[in-house]
Nanobody, 121 residues
Framework: QVQLVESGGGLVQDGGSLRLSCAASGRTFNNMGWFRRAPGKAREFVAGFNRSRGTTDYADSVKGRFTISSDNAKNTVYLQMNSLKPEDTAVYYC????????????????WGQGTQVTVSS
């Protein structure tokens, strides 16, 4: 059974940092990524990682502040979030699949339960 378990969310002040983790079990995925849903908004792409190509992709809104990385031995993906802003407040979802266009959520087959990130001003 495939499971994605996120951790690391919480409350942080404007300008602070958090690191999210997502541990996958049940199979190994070539693509892993993060989406988020802010209050009253649709879920949106944040960052993605392709294991075989070693490539990453970021939404423009987080580029330069967030970093996605992977520990292949642990089948875990991380999202280091620096210089956090109140507009980063959202539920963050880990996602995974074999191969998929990263920015299109409909193509991702596996999702975690989400972890809340709140940035206070």
């Amino acid at each position: 059974q495939v499971q994605l378990v996120e951790s690391g969310g919480g409350l942080v002040q404007d300008g602070g940092s958090l690191r999210l983790s997502c541990a996958a079990s049940g199979r190994t995925f070539n693509n892993m990524g993060w989406f988020r849903r802010a209050p009253g908004k649709a879920r949106e792409f944040v960052a993605g990682f392709n294991r075989s190509r070693g490539t990453t992709d970021y939404a423009d809104s987080v580029k330069g502040r967030f970093t996605i990385s992977s520990d292949n031995a642990k089948n875990t993906v991380y999202l280091q979030m620096n210089s956090l802003k109140p507009e980063d407040t959202a539920v963050y979802y880990c996602t995974a699949d074999i191969e998929t266009p990263m920015r299109i959520q409909g193509y991702w087959g596996y999702w975690g339960q989400g972890t809340q990130v709140t940035v206070s001003s």
